[in-house]
């Protein structure tokens, strides 16, 4: 009996004959524990992909960022990582507060690798943790169902110029996100925003940013 293959899965399996090839997968690299070698991996990166469901029961899927390091192993199953600023929506941690299940991709393009890592998650704005992240606004911890390594034959190949400036660090000041300098969002930029945008460059029209993002500036 498989824990993870459906009817569905078993008909194209079927289909392709892979069910057993399947079957020796789920035997050989399906985990419920994160290893010392997950642990590096999952700790070295700066991003990953994460999917959450909304409201409507509609899958979504986001970015999320940050230093490296910012996504903490805190024992063989259970993993956590911060929320920062964004754009106010709170879709990701919304829909997490709605529904705890996640889907979490983490990958390489450097070196083709990737983790896939299902689990619950928790939100909270008083965890014990959120000190260690600068500038975190939430902390999300997720409790491991189970993770497994993906072929990466077909990861194309990427090579890293540098971090994002907008990544918070506590050596430097996390310049103010450039779109909250356009004109027709000045007046609901939340109060810690109040004054920012004069002092980061001006505000500017929704034409002039969409020519920065276009020059990689945004």
Not at 83 to 97: A, H, I, P, T
């Amino acid at each position: 009996m498989s824990n993870i293959y459906g009817d569905h899965h078993r008909h194209f399996q079927d289909k392709f004959d892979t069910r057993r090839l399947a079957d020796r997968l789920e035997e050989m690299i399906i985990a419920d524990v994160i290893g010392e070698q997950d642990k590096q991996f999952i700790e070295s990166r700066e991003f990953f992909f994460l999917s959450t469901v909304d409201p409507a029961g509609q899958p979504t899927v986001s970015f999320k960022g940050g230093p490296i390091g910012f996504v903490k192993v805190l024992d063989e199953s259970t993993i956590a990582f911060p929320s920062y600023d964004g754009n106010g929506m709170f879709y990701s941690m919304g829909n997490l507060k709605g529904k705890s299940e996640i889907g979490i991709l983490f990958i390489d393009f450097e070196n083709p690798h990737r983790i896939r890592f299902h689990g619950d998650a928790s939100v909270q704005d008083n965890d014990p943790l959120l000190s260690e992240f600068h500038e975190g606004e939430l902390v999300v911890r997720v409790a491991l169902s189970k993770m497994w390594i993906n072929c990466p034959r077909y990861i194309p190949k990427f090579k890293r110029v540098e971090a994002s400036r907008y990544v918070p660090h506590e050596q430097s000041e996390t310049p103010l996100a450039a779109w909250k300098r356009i004109d027709a969002v000045q007046d609901v930029l939340p109060a810690k925003d109040n004054g920012r945008p004069e002092t980061a460059g001006g505000i500017i029209s929704m034409e002039q940013w969409a020519e920065m993002l276009s020059n990689g500036e945004g």
